[in-house]
């Protein structure tokens, strides 16, 4: 156990719901981040959260929308999705966002259909 | 960032030293050597760091060459457990810079 919780870990959605993703980290940490692996694919980096800013956005499309309330929690609220949406999606968290030891969950599974 | 570059893949036998090599021979003095390993879906797992000096944790150990441009990862004892792609990335600690990017890393398959 890494300490970074995520929920669902599988989750199938069609094209017009409207679905989140939970991230929950027991560390202590500040900041949280979200990846996307698509099947083949190097890890994409999507969202950086730092003491509960955003500090990055990998030009992600608006179809996907982050939220963290605080700093040990991080959602990816999903709406109008396309098939190639389909991926693991995963989060992570470390101490601040200059430290680059990084605890992953688990990853949450998404097929989009 | 200094950019880093590993072998596509590698063999290794159970029971035996896993050796992984990377190259970064632009790294920066204040950038340290970072290592992740993922293991087939599941989400990656910090290994080790280290800056100059030898590294060693309970997971692996990490010996970085005198002039730093590259650096190797030993799993002393490699059981099937330890099959997955292996990422080596090169990152200036609390730099402000942009987050961990993964590359395509090296793929180890532990073999019986």
């Known amino acids: 156990e890494t300490g970074v919780t995520q929920t669902p870990r599988h989750l199938v959605m069609g094209m017009t719901n409207k679905k989140s993703l939970k991230c929950e980290q027991h560390l202590g940490h500040n900041a949280m981040y979200w990846y996307k692996q698509s099947a083949k694919k190097p890890l994409e980096l999507m969202f950086v959260?730092?003491?509960?800013?955003?500090?990055e956005n990998n030009s992600v499309p608006s179809r996907f929308s982050p939220e963290c309330p605080n700093s040990s929690h991080l959602f990816l609220h999903l709406h109008t999705l396309q098939p190639e949406d389909s991926a693991l999606y995963l989060c992570a968290s470390s101490q601040d966002r200059g430290h680059y030891e990084q605890y992953f969950g688990p990853g949450t599974r998404l097929t989009v259909t | 960032d200094a950019k880093t570059t590993q072998p596509t893949s590698m063999d290794c036998a159970e029971g035996r030293a896993a050796n992984l090599p990377c190259n970064h021979s632009t790294i920066s003095g204040n950038e340290y050597v970072y290592w992740y390993r993922q293991i087939h879906s599941q989400g990656p797992q910090y290994i080790i760091h280290g800056l100059k000096n030898n590294e060693t944790n309970e997971m692996a150990s990490l010996i970085i060459t005198e002039d730093r441009k590259s650096s190797t990862l030993i799993l002393p004892h490699a059981t099937l457990r330890d099959t997955a792609v292996y990422y080596c990335?090169?990152?200036?600690?609390?730099?402000?810079?942009?987050?961990?990017?993964f590359g395509k890393g090296t793929r180890l398959s532990v073999i019986a």
């Open positions: 959260y730092n003491f509960k800013e955003q500090t």
């Open positions: 990335i090169v990152r200036a600690f609390l730099s402000g810079n942009t987050p961990l990017v």
